[in-house]
């Protein structure tokens, strides 16, 4: 702990001297202004402020019409993000004040001011996060006062205002990096971006300027962000000198991954700084990674872990016998299921370990349970079936996650009910299934090969993967004993 006292006392000393936010050129308009992007994207610009040259401003856009920034705009565009983990098994703790953020503009309320930004030569990258279901098409009007309500619909309407300020020279195109959390968004907001122009009938000089100058690229990102710390936000103002109404807490581990032209690594100087942001060409590589390695670990842990008695990740990294089979799924059966480089996939394993070590964090074994079939189908039957088909064997430890996915789904542990969430047709299979057996109607062996026969729900008829149904009954049969 007393390297982490170290550090919060370093930080905050930067904090302070930190460069006046009046002193920063508007350089990033930032579509949404809640605790995810505060505490990552702001969280970067600002670490990029202090290491290197960038110099970077941020505008900050309310995307939605209810509401606005106000405690951003009271406090000047200023906040602290509060960070703690764990990093090679050491306690790490970061608290810092970030004085990136410029301006706030409500776009429904000051529409004038929003596409005035369009004007600065200085503009030059867009960033996003308004929730998956934000980048989509509708086919509404082009408005002549006020906003359009789509994001990418305010996207283009800002866009447009650019290329006809600037007579469409290829210099003032931007770099634009969605943070939403689906695939490729990159691909998604630009086909967006294109929908409005034709629906629009925006000229095609236009439309060429949006394809050749603006480069859109496709991120995956990753850090949890906890919001505000209601149960240890004393402690923190205590440790940075003051109150602060929009502190936000979250992991220190972060995840950045783009996939972009190769001037936006030489336009984003994050090799200068020991950030966690990778350039590539491949991105569903790394998406991959991410949902074989970390989601399938949280997958593997929730029914075992909550069969166990257990209730949180915390829970099952403090448990013995919990924290070995968590280790020896992700090492013994997920990376040799992967065809990347070994070193590569162990060191994302042991940050995955070390994250779910966090005591900051506490994440309940129900809550990450939320359909949890669909899960089981997408981020650990890749790596069941990839492993069967390398070794020529089943892996032990996915097979028990499985047998276990069947029993949890059985709907109760210790005489309590659990509280299933999934969709409503495949809670009452189940519990079908488990009264026929539980009425000798049919057999444990019976209720497995119904289960796996569900190709709906697995993409295959998984009674064709040898030993599979019989592997799954014995241990079935030993979470029933």
Known sequence: MEEGRISIT?????????????????RVLQFGGGNFLRAFADWMIDVLNEKTEFQAGVVVVKPTERGDYDDLRAS??????????????????????????????????????????AELESMRFIISNTTEAGIRFSEEPMPEEGMPKEFPAKLTLWLYHRYRHFSGAPERGCIVLPMELS???????????????????????????NATANHYCSTLV????????????????????????????????HSWVIAGPELVAEELPFGQTDL???????????????VRILNGAHTSIVPTGYLAGLETVGDVMNDAAMSDFLASVLNDEIIPSLDYPKEQLEAFAADVLDRFRNPFLHHKLLDISLNSTSKFRARLLPSLLSYQQKKGALPRGIVRAFAALMRFYRGDRDGSTIPLRDEADRIDFFREQWALYESDKQGLSDLVRQVLARVG????????VPGLGQALTIELKNYLN
Do not use: M
């Open 276 to 290: 966690n942001v990778i350039f590539t060409q491949d991105l569903d590589a790394y998406r991959e990674i991410k």
């Open 222 to 253: 990753d850090r949890i962000v906890s919001g505000y710390p209601e149960d240890r936000a004393a402690k923190i103002f205590a440790e940075i000198g003051k109150e602060d109404p929009l502190l936000v807490a979250g992991e220190y581990y």
């Open 10 to 26: 370093i930080l905050k000393e930067l904090a302070i001297n930190s460069t006046a936010s009046s002193d920063l050129p508007l």
């Open 76 to 117: 000047n565009g200023r906040f602290t993000v509060a960070l703690d983990g764990v990093r090679r098994g050491e306690l790490i703790q970061e608290r810092r004040e970030i004085s990136c953020v410029q301006r706030i503009i409500q776009p429904y309320r000051e529409r004038e001011a929003f596409l005035a930004t």
């Open 457 to 464: 729900w697995w993409g295959r008829d998984l009674n064709g």
């Open 183 to 209: 695939a490729d968004n990159g691909t998604a907001l630009n086909r967006a971006v294109e929908q409005y122009a034709a629906h629009w009938n925006l000229p095609p000089g236009f439309r060429e300027w």
